[in-house]
C-alpha cells in the first residue's frame, strides 16, 4: 500500500516536472517565433551589401529560435536545482536576457535602428554573461547551455555593429 502511494507521488511528480519542463521551454520559442513571423522579413537586409560573414535570413531565424530554445532549457534546468529562489538574481537577468533578444529583429530588420541595435546587443551581452555566471553556480549542464547563446547574441551584436557603419 505504502509503495503504491510513494509510485503515484513519483508518477505525479514526473507529470509536473515534464509540464514545467514544456511550459519553461515553449513559453520563450513561441514568443521568439512570433517576434520572427512579424517582424523577420526584410527587403533591406536582403539586398544589401553585405560581408561574406553576414548569414542569411532564414540562418538568423533558425539560429535565434535554436538559442532561444537552449536558453530555456538552461533556465529550466536552474529552476530545477532551485536556483532562481531565495536572494538569486538569475531569474531578473533572464528575463532580461529574453525580452532584448526579442527586440533585435523589429530593431534591424524592420526600423533599422542598428545603433540602438548594437547597444541592445552589448547590453543583452552582459546580460547573458551574467546568466552564465549565475547558472553556473546552480547546475553545470545549464552553464554550457548558456555558451552557444552567448556566442550567438556576439555575433548578432557584431553584425548590428557593422550594419551601423554600412
Known sequence: MASQTLHETKKSQAKRALRSLAIGITIPFAITLTIIILFGSSKRYNVLSKPFWFAPLWY????TLGSSLCMGLAAWLVWADGGFKGESDALCFYVAHISLSIVWHPLVLVMNAYAVAAVSGAVNCVTLLICYLRFRKVNPFAKDLAKPCLAWTVYLTLV????MLL
Open 160 to 163: 548590428s555593429f557593422k550594419l
Open 60 to 63: 538568423i531565424h533558425s539560429a
